[in-house]
Every structure is written in structure tokens, then in C-alpha cells.
């Protein structure tokens, strides 16, 4: 089997060559993709939780290091130091130990938080302390009771005056209670009818500047009405004398007809006159 030919297999399939697309319409390059390698860019700082986990191995890895370091173990022997082994020279950058380190505190971060426990605070939890029992020796003494028939009355008194004390001190508390309730009260009534004049003189003044609002209202009606009819009758005696400048026209013009007549019936006389007297001059 040959070695696979991309450029051969898409001749065959219609291709015409570099820079034409296999059908029409389509891309005559191939579209890029952009592989990302690195850890930089959006989102790098994303999580900073503590990496409890690595700590706690650490730890563990320390105490394992110095009990192997020539220190006794728990049966009495001691180990052999193990000799230093040397560290390799890392080739890597600061900014990858970084990325690195990123990458590590993403994968802990789902991890809950906890306490680190130890052989000494579970020693400390398990191991309670156990209480000391001690015993003494106690001496028993006698004394004699007299009888207190005076401090007893003392007391009774006392607190028989202490009992009048304090229902005396409730008495004036409440009686001032009363006297503030009803001071109160009082003020409270006084308030009250001073507000309930105060709201009937400012109905009356109500009333009174909406009857005078309606009273002026009604006046102007009164007026635009008498207006209007004055306007009208304006309008009427205009009508009747521009009717009485026509009929004045109209008899005027019949007057000039009349005379115009009369002067052609005085013009047709005297033209008959003249030829009546041509007439008898001619005979």
C-alpha cells in the first residue's frame, strides 16, 4: 500500500487546482484552528484556593525524611543515613513552574478544606483527663443557737415598713399616671374641638366661594346671552337698512326711467309740431 495522496484524491473528486474550491460557493481555504498550548489568557488566574492537600503530604513526607535520617524508630534501631541525592537542574522556566503550579490548584480546589490530623491531636481528643479523688479529714464543731426573738420583730417591722414604702411609691406612680392620662386626654379633646371648628368654618368658607363661584358663572352667562342678542339685533337693523337703501335705489331708478320717458314723449311732440307746421307751410 502507497502512501495516501490528499492532492491526488481531491483532483479526482473535481478539484481544478491551488485557489479554486472543490464545488461552487464554497472556501477555497481551509479554515485555521487556533491550538492553545499554554495556560496564559483568560481565566488564568481563575482559582487561588490554598492547596491543603500538597501540605498535608508534605508533611507526611518530612516526618518519613526525618526518621530516616539516622533518628530512632519507634522498635530502638536506628536506620542508616541515606546518602543526599543530588538535585537535577531543572530546565524549565519560571513562568511554566507557574503554569504548573495553576493547573495543581484547579484540580485541589474541589476539594473540601479541612483539619490536618496527627497522632498527637488524636491522642489529645482520646485522652481525657481523670478526676483526682482526695480525701480530708473534717471537724465537726458545736455551737449553741440562742434565741433571736428581737431580731426576728426587728425584721418583721422593717419589712412591713419596706411593703407600705412600696405600695405608697404605686400609689403616687399610678395617681400620676392618671393625672397624665387625663391631661392627655384633655388636650387631646381640646385638640380636637379646636380642629373640628377650625374644619366647619372652613366648610362655610367652601360653601360660600362656591355659591359666589356659581353667583359669577351665571352673571357671565347672563352677559355672553345679552351680548349675543344685542349682536343680533345688530345684525336685524343692519338687514332692514341695507332693504330700505335697495328700495331707495330701486325707486330712484324708476324716477330716472320716468323722466327719461317724459323728455323722449317731449321730443317726439315737438317733432311732430314741426312737421305739422312744415305741412301747413308746404300747402
Known amino acids: 500500500m502507497g502512501r495516501?495522496?490528499?492532492?491526488?484524491?481531491?483532483?479526482?473528486?473535481?478539484?481544478?487546482?491551488k485557489g479554486t474550491a472543490l464545488k461552487n460557493g464554497h472556501?477555497?481555504?481551509?479554515?485555521?484552528?487556533?491550538?492553545?498550548?499554554?495556560?496564559s489568557g483568560i481565566g488564568k488566574d481563575r482559582d487561588e484556593s490554598i492547596p491543603?492537600?500538597?501540605?498535608?503530604?508534605?508533611?507526611?513526607?518530612?516526618?518519613?525524611?526525618?526518621?530516616?535520617?539516622?533518628?530512632?524508630s519507634a522498635s530502638g534501631a536506628s536506620t542508616p543515613q541515606a546518602a543526599p541525592k543530588p538535585k537535577p537542574v531543572s530546565s524549565m522556566s519560571i513562568a511554566a513552574r507557574s503554569s504548573k503550579e495553576i493547573a495543581k490548584r484547579k484540580l485541589y480546589s474541589g476539594f473540601f478544606r479541612g483539619k490536618t490530623f496527627s497522632e498527637d491531636n488524636s491522642e489529645a481528643e482520646t485522652s481525657e483527663p481523670e478526676p483526682k479523688v482526695t480525701v480530708t479529714k473534717t471537724t465537726i464543731e458545736t455551737v449553741q443557737v440562742q434565741?433571736?426573738?428581737?431580731?426576728?420583730s426587728t425584721s418583721s417591722s422593717s419589712e412591713k415598713k419596706e411593703k407600705s414604702d412600696k405600695k405608697e411609691k404605686k400609689d403616687k406612680k399610678n395617681k400620676s399616671e392618671k393625672k397624665d392620662k387625663e391631661s392627655k386626654k384633655r388636650k387631646r379633646s381640646s385638640e380636637?374641638?379646636?380642629?373640628?371648628?377650625?374644619?366647619?368654618?372652613?366648610?362655610?368658607?367652601?360653601r360660600r366661594l362656591r355659591k359666589e363661584e356659581k353667583e359669577l358663572s351665571a352673571a357671565r352667562r347672563a352677559l355672553r346671552k345679552a351680548e349675543k342678542e344685542e349682536r343680533a339685533a345688530l345684525k336685524v337693523e343692519r338687514k332692514a337698512l341695507k332693504a330700505e337703501r335697495a328700495a331707495m335705489k330701486?325707486?330712484?331708478?324708476?324716477?330716472?326711467?320716468?323722466?327719461?320717458?317724459?323728455?323722449?314723449?317731449?321730443?317726439?311732440?315737438?317733432?311732430?309740431?314741426?312737421?305739422?307746421?312744415?305741412e301747413k307751410e308746404a300747402k
Open 192 to 206: 380636637d374641638k379646636s380642629k373640628t371648628v377650625e374644619d366647619k368654618e372652613a366648610r362655610r368658607l367652601r
Open 52 to 72: 491543603f492537600w500538597d501540605h498535608i503530604f508534605a508533611s507526611t513526607a518530612a516526618s518519613i525524611a526525618s526518621s530516616a535520617n539516622g533518628t530512632p
Open 250 to 278: 330701486a325707486e330712484l331708478a324708476s324716477e330716472k326711467e320716468k323722466e327719461k320717458e317724459a323728455k323722449a314723449r317731449r321730443k317726439a311732440e315737438k317733432a311732430a309740431r314741426k312737421v305739422g307746421k312744415v
Open 4 to 17: 495516501f495522496d490528499a492532492h491526488d484524491h481531491l483532483v479526482k473528486q473535481g478539484w481544478k487546482g
Open 27 to 39: 472556501l477555497t481555504r481551509p479554515i485555521p484552528v487556533v491550538q492553545k498550548k499554554t495556560l
Open 147 to 152: 434565741p433571736a426573738a428581737s431580731s426576728s
